[in-house]
């Protein structure tokens, strides 16, 4: 057999090498016969095919999910488990770290005299419209009542028109029809992605969430809310339960 170098050895694809070490420093061995070989199969081996570095410093994200109950139901027609939210909040939770679905432009609709749906949750600074599908005159009354509020308004809306709002800050938002004393609404501004509503039967699931500490809340119209403190490491699914006691 030809003698043939180490870098010969590497470009071809027979021999592997550490990324990190540049192929000009590798010396320029003349190997042949039974001893090209050996160098080969240990190479093969021995010698990662990718950074160490890169590969244990990946992060794999993890899973919180639960299911949300209630010691009591109120004996009211809107009440429904499905317009409760559940997010989270804490460092390494940012607007650019959110879901997909988050950055989706939110509707609130007015439909048989209804705001569908009752309970809204969007993301600060996003865009989202308000549109009527009823036949008759709505109008658009905010009123917010966070700490730094957004800016209210109170807007008539004609039956089929549509108009886009963007709320800059983290709020919670009543919306009322002064037409209409039984529509009502809320919608919460969060100041990031990692949030979702349950189920029919109580439950949710917030994906593809960084390891961390971080604070869970779950909201309800009608009992407020309740907050836990969750820490997830490296790919795990935690299970977190939230029960709300009797109403206040």
């Not at 609404?185 to 439950?203: D, Y």
């Amino acid at each position: 057999m030809d003698s043939v170098s180490i870098e010969k050895l590497i470009y071809s694809g027979l021999c592997k090498w550490t990324p990190n070490i540049p192929i000009p420093m590798i010396p320029r061995l003349n190997i042949s016969g039974k001893l090209l070989t050996t160098v080969v199969l240990l190479a093969t081996f021995f010698w990662p095919t990718t950074n160490p570095d890169k590969a244990y410093s990946q992060i794999i994200n993890g899973i919180v999910k639960g299911t949300v109950s209630f010691e009591t139901i109120p004996d009211n027609e809107f009440f429904e488990i499905s317009e409760t939210v559940i997010y989270l909040s804490g460092d390494g939770l940012t607007a650019e770290t959110l879901d997909p679905k988050a950055s989706e432009q939110m509707l609130l609709d007015q439909i048989d005299y209804t705001f569908v749906p009752r309970v809204l949750p969007i993301l600060a600074g996003k865009k989202m419209s308000f549109h009527n599908s009823d036949d008759e005159l709505h109008n658009i009354h905010t009123y917010s009542k966070g700490r730094r509020r957004n800016r209210n308004f109170n807007r008539a809306q004609r039956p089929g028109s549509t108009f886009t709002g963007t709320f800059a800050r983290p709020d919670s938002i009543l919306v009322l029809c002064d037409i209409h004393s039984q529509m009502i609404a809320h919608i919460l501004i969060l100041e990031n992605g990692f949030f979702t509503k349950a189920s029919t039967t109580g439950t949710y699931t917030i994906n593809d969430v960084p390891p961390g500490q971080y604070d869970l809340t779950v909201w309800n119209e009608w009992f407020g809310e309740v907050k836990t403190t969750i820490e997830i490491t490296d790919g795990q699914t935690i299970s977190v339960d939230v029960t709300f006691p009797n109403t206040p």
